[in-house]
């Protein structure tokens, strides 16, 4: 079974590079070299490693993969999200929201009320629009924490819906009769609970069947409806 200081010492050695060698997992993990090659084996196994000799491979939605297991069998939640890098966060999410077929804009910042706003990842696909905060929390995720981060985008996306006309363009939403706009956010693991006055919490690695399964109907979700035209 592979331990929290092996997946730790994957994320650390492939944190610069997507490609790392045995021994140095080894050496970073302080594990016996018998112990590293059989779980790796596993992780090769389970499409969390690539193996080719000496070389480990692992790709962005791997690192993820191997950040979200580490969390489940006990790794320390600071050690493992200090080894991600933020932009993992938002590029994973932008490209399961594009392989679904939303356009994508990151970073996207705008002005309501005189104030200023910034939603990490908006995705669109009429009649919806979601707006993703990517937490990559160094703190663990204490309720309080999850809940102000929820009613926080929930504000974000009521600010936008007054002045959502003005950036349709950005958006892609240009031609638009009408939108419903959802906040969302997206963690690393999975959360407890998974919906907070109608703001979904959403595991990063579940972010595919999230958007499989969504309804811009679903009354427990809480859309923001803004008439377009």
Not at 5 to 30: D, N, Y
Not at 121 to 126: A, L, N, Q, R, S
Request: aromatic share 6%.
């Amino acid at each position: 079974m592979t331990s929290a200081a092996l997946h730790i010492a994957l994320l650390r050695e492939t944190r610069e590079s997507s490609l790392c060698q045995i021994q140095e997992v080894v050496a970073s993990s302080r594990a016996c070299r018998s112990l590293v090659e059989e779980s790796l084996l596993e992780l090769h196994a389970a499409n969390a490693v690539s193996l080719s000799g000496e070389e480990i491979h692992i790709n962005p939605e791997q690192r993820l993969r191997i950040a979200e297991v580490a969390v489940a069998i006990g790794a320390d939640f600071e050690r493992v999200t200090r080894e991600l890098r933020w932009q993992e966060f938002e590029a994973f999410a932008d490209w399961v929201l594009t392989e679904d077929g939303f356009a994508t804009l990151n970073h996207f910042v705008f002005k309501g009320s005189g104030r200023r706003f910034e939603i990490d990842v908006v995705g669109t696909k009429e009649p919806m629009v979601l707006c993703i905060d990517c937490k990559h929390w160094h703190h663990g995720r204490v309720p309080s924490k999850v809940s102000a981060s929820a009613r926080d985008q929930l504000q974000r996306v009521r600010f936008l819906s007054g002045v959502f006309t003005a950036h349709g363009v950005r958006l892609d939403t240009a031609g638009w009769r009408s939108a419903r706009v959802l906040p969302v956010i997206l963690t690393l693991g999975d959360a407890s609970p998974k919906l907070i006055e109608g703001v979904p919490i959403v595991s990063v690695l579940r972010l595919k069947s999230f958007l499989s399964e969504i309804n811009p109907w679903l009354d427990e979700l809480r859309f923001v409806d803004v008439s377009i035209c």
